[in-house]
C-alpha cells in the first residue's frame, strides 16, 4: 500500500508538472516532431524510392523511442539536480521510504507519462507521412515494460553521478546524442549493442511495428537476452547508485567537520573540537 501511495502521489506530481508547464511540454512535443519531419524530407529528396517506405517506417519508430529513452532516462538526473538547487534533497533523504524507492517511482511516472507523448508523436509522424504502423498493444506492450527495465538502470547510474558531482547538464545533453545513436543505429549494422542498455527492446518493438509480427514469431533468444540484459543493468544501475550515495554523504561528512575545525585525536582516534 505504500508503495502504491508513493507511486500515485508521483504520478501526480509529475502531471501536475507538465500541466503547469504546458508551454514547455508542447515546445518539447513539437521538437521531436520536427526532428521527424527533417528526418522524413531528407528520405524524400535523398533517400533511395526502392526502399522510401522501410526508410520512412523506421524513422517514425526511432524518433518516437529516442524520445522515450532520453525523456525517461535523464528525467532522473535532472530530478536530483532540481531538488539539490530547491535544496529539497535532503529532505528526501529524511523519507521511511528512502531515496531510491521514490526515485523508482518517480521514473516509472515519468515513464507513463511520457509513453503517452510517445504515441502522440507516433500517430502525428504516420499521419504527415501517411505509413501506419502495427501497434498491436498485446506484443509491443510487454517488450516495452522489459526494456524499460534497463532504462531504469542507467537512470540510477545518473542519478548516482548527479548527487556527486551536483551539475551535470553538460553531460545530460552530450548523452540524449549518445542514445539517438543507440536508437537509430539497427542491431543487424553494429551486433555489438546487443549488450547495450534498452537497445535490443527498441529493435524488437522496430521489427514488430515494421513487419507486423506477434510475440510468438519472435525468436525466443530475443527474449532471453532482453531479460537478461534488463537485470543486468537494473542491479548494476542500483549498485552504483547506493555507492554514489555513500561516497556523496562521506564527502558531506568530512566537510563539514573540516567546517567546524575539527580533527582526529591520535590517542583517542576519534573527531575533536579544536
Request: proline content about 3%; some cysteine; hydrophobic content about 55%.
Given at each position: 500500500?505504500?508503495?502504491?501511495?508513493?507511486?500515485?502521489?508521483?504520478?501526480?506530481?509529475?502531471?501536475?508538472?507538465?500541466?503547469?508547464?504546458?508551454?514547455?511540454?508542447?515546445?518539447?512535443?513539437?521538437?521531436?516532431?520536427?526532428?521527424?519531419?527533417?528526418?522524413?524530407?531528407?528520405?524524400?529528396?535523398?533517400?533511395?524510392?526502392?526502399?522510401?517506405?522501410?526508410?520512412?517506417?523506421?524513422?517514425?519508430?526511432?524518433?518516437?523511442?529516442?524520445?522515450?529513452?532520453?525523456?525517461?532516462?535523464?528525467?532522473?538526473?535532472?530530478?536530483?539536480?532540481?531538488?539539490?538547487?530547491?535544496?529539497?534533497?535532503?529532505?528526501?533523504?529524511?523519507?521511511?521510504?528512502?531515496?531510491?524507492?521514490?526515485?523508482?517511482?518517480?521514473?516509472?511516472?515519468?515513464?507513463?507519462?511520457?509513453?503517452?507523448?510517445?504515441?502522440?508523436?507516433?500517430?502525428?509522424?504516420?499521419?504527415?507521412?501517411?505509413?501506419?504502423?502495427?501497434?498491436?498493444?498485446?506484443?509491443?506492450?510487454?517488450?516495452?515494460?522489459?526494456?524499460?527495465?534497463?532504462?531504469?538502470?542507467?537512470?540510477?547510474?545518473?542519478?548516482?553521478?548527479?548527487?556527486?558531482?551536483?551539475?551535470?547538464?553538460?553531460?545530460?545533453?552530450?548523452?540524449?546524442?549518445?542514445?539517438?545513436?543507440?536508437?537509430?543505429?539497427?542491431?543487424?549494422?553494429?551486433?555489438?549493442?546487443?549488450?547495450?542498455?534498452?537497445?535490443?527492446?527498441?529493435?524488437?518493438?522496430?521489427?514488430?511495428?515494421?513487419?507486423?509480427?506477434?510475440?510468438?514469431?519472435?525468436p525466443w533468444s530475443d527474449y532471453g537476452i532482453l531479460i537478461a540484459n534488463s537485470?543486468?543493468?537494473?542491479v548494476l544501475g542500483l549498485i552504483v547508485f547506493r555507492k554514489c550515495e555513500r561516497?556523496?554523504?562521506?564527502?558531506?561528512?568530512?566537510?563539514?567537520?573540516?567546517?567546524?575545525?575539527?580533527?582526529?585525536?591520535?590517542?583517542s582516534g576519534i573527531w575533536v573540537q579544536k
Amino acid at each position: 500500500m505504500r508503495w502504491l501511495n508513493l507511486l500515485n502521489a508521483n504520478i501526480r506530481k509529475e502531471y501536475i508538472e507538465l500541466k503547469r508547464y504546458l508551454p514547455n511540454t508542447i515546445a518539447l512535443l513539437l521538437t521531436f516532431y520536427f526532428i521527424f519531419l527533417g528526418a522524413f524530407f531528407g528520405i524524400m529528396f535523398i533517400g533511395d524510392p526502392a526502399s522510401f517506405e522501410m526508410n520512412v517506417q523506421y524513422s517514425i519508430v526511432s524518433v518516437a523511442f529516442w524520445s522515450l529513452t532520453m525523456m525517461t532516462m535523464n528525467f532522473i538526473g535532472f530530478a536530483i539536480i532540481t531538488e539539490a538547487m530547491r535544496g529539497t534533497l535532503e529532505q528526501l533523504y529524511m523519507s521511511p521510504m528512502g531515496v531510491w524507492k521514490i526515485m523508482l517511482t518517480r521514473i516509472i511516472a515519468q515513464f507513463l507519462l511520457q509513453t503517452v507523448i510517445m504515441v502522440i508523436l507516433l500517430f502525428a509522424a504516420m499521419l504527415t507521412s501517411g505509413q501506419w504502423l502495427n501497434l498491436n498493444p498485446m506484443t509491443t506492450v510487454p517488450i516495452i515494460l522489459v526494456t524499460m527495465v534497463s532504462m531504469t538502470g542507467v537512470s540510477f547510474m545518473i542519478a548516482g553521478l548527479a548527487i556527486i558531482v551536483k551539475q551535470i547538464q553538460a553531460f545530460l545533453q552530450i548523452f540524449q546524442f549518445v542514445l539517438m545513436g543507440l536508437v537509430f543505429v539497427p542491431i543487424s549494422v553494429a551486433p555489438f549493442l546487443t549488450f547495450a542498455p534498452f537497445v535490443k527492446g527498441v529493435d524488437m518493438v522496430r521489427t514488430v511495428m515494421i513487419e507486423n509480427l506477434t510475440l510468438t514469431q519472435l525468436p525466443w533468444s530475443d527474449y532471453g537476452i532482453l531479460i537478461a540484459n534488463s537485470i543486468v543493468y537494473l542491479v548494476l544501475g542500483l549498485i552504483v547508485f547506493r555507492k554514489c550515495e555513500r561516497v556523496a554523504m562521506k564527502k558531506r561528512v568530512t566537510w563539514a567537520v573540516l567546517k567546524r575545525g575539527m580533527y582526529i585525536d591520535d590517542d583517542s582516534g576519534i573527531w575533536v573540537q579544536k
